[in-house]
């Protein structure tokens, strides 16, 4: 008997990847995603470990390549959409991404910027960024994503109030742009986090 779960979580991924592992260890295995809907099935309670990695910066084949990479080391992979939009060869500009990953198409990489990775559970931490250099890298992209769309919101929310005054725009656009201003502060402060631990450590 399959379990239908809808929640969505945007750009707090720790949320997100603390609901699997809090379904998992309560006998929920994840089989299918959606936008905003989670599918389970029974399974062992503890039995597998989920992470969820964001990946929005790269291009279609390195995305390609980096789950070939955790199929190989015996990761089952699902692809989910950061967004709830529904879109036909949309492309988006990502100033933040990796060459090609600069741009984002449908189909390509749109609506499949996070990866969900799953792991038989070996009573080991699952990570997937281990080294020091990996996590910096992987929180700073973090934070230059959620901050680059901040401040575009931000920009418009501006523009919108000069030119219209305290219109619902204005006022939306402000609260938007707050709203992606949460996860790139958190980006922010676990980046100067591992960056002051590495000083330590050098």
Not at 88 to 115: C, D, H, M, Q, Y
Not at 177 to 199: D, G, N, V
Request: glycine letters at 6%; hydrophobic letters at 40%; a positive charge.
């Amino acid at each position: 008997m399959s379990k239908r779960v809808y929640r969505y979580f945007y750009g707090f991924l720790d949320k997100q990847q603390s609901f699997l592992n809090r379904m998992a260890r309560e006998g929920w295995r994840l089989v299918r995603t959606g936008r905003i809907s989670y599918v389970f099935e029974p399974c062992q309670p503890d039995e597998y470990n989920y992470c969820v990695d964001f990946v929005a910066h790269k291009s279609p084949r390195a995305s390609q390549d980096y789950q070939r990479f955790l199929d190989e080391m015996g990761y089952r992979v699902m692809t989910k959409p950061l967004n709830i939009n529904y879109s036909i060869g949309k492309v988006r500009v990502r100033p933040w991404g990796e060459g090609w990953g600069k741009l984002s198409t449908s189909p390509g990489a749109f609506n499949k910027e996070l990866l969900i990775v799953e792991k038989k559970n070996d009573g080991k931490p699952f990570e997937l960024h281990t080294t020091m250099e990996d996590r910096m890298a992987y929180y700073r992209i973090q934070r230059s994503a959620w901050g680059t769309v901040a401040l575009a919101l931000a920009a418009f929310a501006v523009y919108s109030l000069v030119r219209y005054g305290w219109e619902w725009q204005a006022v939306a656009l402000a609260v938007l742009a707050l709203f992606h201003l949460w996860p790139a502060w958190q980006s922010h402060h676990i980046f100067k986090q591992l960056k002051a631990r590495s000083e330590v450590m050098e």
